[in-house]
């Protein structure tokens, strides 16, 4: 029987196994750290939520809030439940609570930019810049180009620090927009501040010149244009965009998709209205309907709500839904000139789509043609200079075949409000039909001017390439 050799003995371990074994046990330990920090979370007592306090709150706001405090207390080491109770505060008003509620979400998410970004808003709001600075700094940092808000947290952090004087920092940031988005009204807008700081005019003027046609920056555009050309020795353009800024109407707010995702937690009226406004200037209708249908109930005597919604269907090309919005909002306020006039152009609009629609088609278009006419008329009625009533009731007449009362409405609105491209837009279109083409070409060079970058530009620039050249030129 073959014997069985003995195994040999056991060598000592060498001092670089035993570092070796020593190493792979302090990873293990490491290891087992972080996974009981990840699932049990460190040594940190969460701060006590803060409560809905003062005697003007509204009943409705107090509910809101304490829904989502007690979700807080059951949940305090959720970070959405913290971010949630920041943005039912901020949402209505409510900076200084919003504060602890964001900070504490930040540190148990630390990776999403609106945690910093919202605890940055009430800090420049207050006028304290230089607080901000860090918040907006982790907001950039944390937030990938290809979110929503990505231009907005720069550009506000832009903006922040143009303010306080640094200008490098600030133009970096400017360009880092431009560069990806070169059409963005307020990165242009920003650019052309930019410029003005440092003198340079006629960079101002281009990138100004290009805000024109935006609702967000056209009236501010036209007040820096009108200085840009006295320091250019333009003293004709000066007082021409002077004038325009003074006839145009207030800028709407910046479309900020953070400031839209807490504002979803409004409760006070004016910020549900402003979060409707902000949803369809950023084209969002089906979102705006949202917010806004629910209002016409909550609130049945206040024509906004109808008014709005109205709009949003008209966008969406709801012409029954919208139709029934605006009669609800004119029987509520029949006296608002806006009312009218958007119930003039959704008319037209609808009997254009149906007069393509063979001769029955027209047939009711042509009611629907002299109806607008009619609610045109009603908003002239109570503002005879409302130039966008003007164009509504200029371009029912040509359809109803009465091309000179036509032409006499829609010269008469360019006279009122020759600041919007629009309107110079409309009658350079019925005069070229007309083959007036020298005051035709007129009409579409200075729609261009005042919105260089519309979307119906390319589609003008054609129509001025393929038009006759005027004698002399």
């Not at 009981?36 to 009943?59: C, M, Q, W, Y």
């Not at 949940?75 to 200084?96: M, Q, Y």
């Not at 602890?100 to 006028?127: I, K, S, T």
Request: net charge negative; hydrophobic share 40%.
């Amino acid at each position: 029987m073959t014997a069985i050799p003995n195994p040999p003995p056991r060598r000592p371990l060498g001092l670089g196994r035993r570092l070796l074994l020593a190493g792979l046990l302090l990873i293990v330990a490491v290891a087992a750290v972080v996974i009981i920090l990840r699932f049990v979370g460190p040594s940190h007592t969460p701060p006590t939520p803060p409560e809905a306090k003062g005697d003007n709150l509204e009943p409705a706001v107090v509910a809101a809030i304490q829904a989502v405090r007690e979700r807080v207390q059951k949940e305090p080491r959720s970070a959405k439940a913290w971010a949630d109770l920041g943005e039912v505060f901020l949402a209505n008003e409510l900076d200084a609570e919003s504060g602890p509620c964001f900070a504490e979400a930040e540190r148990l998410d630390p990776g999403n930019p609106r945690w910093p970004y919202f605890q940055a808003g009430p800090l420049v709001n207050q006028g304290d810049r230089e607080a901000a600075l860090p918040y907006l700094r982790r907001a950039v940092e944390r937030c990938p180009d290809a979110d929503e808000g990505a231009a907005a947290a720069r550009l506000t952090l832009a903006e922040t620090l143009m303010i306080l004087g640094r200008f490098d920092e600030a133009g970096a940031h400017i360009r880092h927009v431009l560069d990806r988005q070169p059409q963005d009204d307020r990165a242009n807008f920003d650019e052309a501040l930019l410029a003005i700081s440092r003198q340079d005019w006629d960079k101002s003027r281009t990138h100004l010149l290009r805000c024109l046609g935006s609702p967000f920056a056209r009236q501010s555009a036209s007040a820096q244009l009108a200085a840009v050309c006295e320091r250019l020795g333009d003293a004709a353009r000066a007082d021409q965009y002077r004038a325009q800024a003074d006839r145009l109407p207030k800028d709407l707010h910046w479309v900020d998709p953070f400031v839209n995702e807490y504002l979803l937690w409004a409760v006070k009226k004016k910020n549900r209205y402003r979060l409707v406004e902000s949803l369809q200037s950023a084209g969002h209708y089906p979102e705006a309907v949202a917010i806004v249908r629910p209002m016409t109930a909550e609130y049945p005597d206040d024509y906004l709500a109808p008014l709005l919604l109205g709009q949003c269907f008209a966008q969406m090309r709801d012409y029954p839904g919208s139709e029934q919005a605006l009669r609800q909002a004119l029987r509520l306020a029949p006296d608002k000139v806006q009312t009218h006039y958007y119930l003039a152009l959704l008319l037209f609009e609808e009997g254009e789509d149906l007069s393509k629609q063979g001769a029955e088609g027209r047939t009711g278009a042509e009611a629907l043609f002299r109806e607008a006419e009619s609610s045109a008329r009603q908003a002239l009625a109570i503002k005879p200079d409302y130039g966008f009533a003007l164009m509504a009731l200029g371009l029912s007449l040509e359809h109803l075949g009465r091309r000179a009362e036509a032409l006499t409405a829609l010269r008469q609105a360019v006279r009122c409000n020759p600041e919007f491209a629009d309107l110079h837009l409309r009658l350079a279109e019925t005069l070229a039909e007309d083959g007036q083409n020298a005051e035709a070409r007129s009409g579409f060079e200075q729609a261009l001017r005042l919105a260089p970058d519309a979307p119906w530009r390319q589609d003008v620039q054609a129509r001025l390439a393929a038009m006759p050249k005027a004698q002399g030129r």
